[in-house]
């Protein structure tokens, strides 16, 4: 089993960063890709951006060349530096995992709310 546990959001103007992070406990091992979504109010939840354990990254449309994910695969942790924020880029983010061996098992965390104002 893998426990992930997020910090590092809160309120911010527009324009301004914030860095998240997300710790991960137990089977660090079987951690394979890892990842941050986000929903916000009345909205699907939609993926952010996703890193293997090799380091290879993919974005969202929306926030290429402003976010940037990244992972420490010994510590079992990834970040996600959020750069040039909008509005629109208020919500819950959840980190997610996805378990190397099997497939269908993935975790996720229980999110922390990123909140841009204009």
């Known amino acids: 089993q893998v426990q992930l546990v997020e910090s590092g959001g809160g309120l911010v103007q527009a324009g301004g960063s914030l860095s998240l992070s997300c710790a991960a406990s137990?089977?660090?091992?079987?951690?394979?890709?890892m990842g941050w979504y986000r929903q916000a109010p009345g909205k699907q939840r939609e993926l952010v951006a996703r890193?293997?354990?090799?380091?290879?990254?993919n974005y969202a449309d929306s926030v290429k060349g402003r976010f940037t994910i990244s992972r420490d695969n010994a510590k079992g942790t990834v970040y996600l530096q959020m750069n040039s924020l909008k509005p629109e880029d208020t919500a819950v983010y959840y980190c997610?995992?996805?378990?190397?061996?099997?497939?269908?098992?993935?975790?996720w965390g229980q999110g922390t709310q990123v909140t841009v104002s204009s």
């Open positions: 137990g089977s660090i091992l079987s951690i394979g890709g």
């Open positions: 997610n995992a996805g378990n190397r061996w099997v497939g269908t098992v993935e975790y």
């Open positions: 890193i293997t354990r090799g380091g290879t990254t």
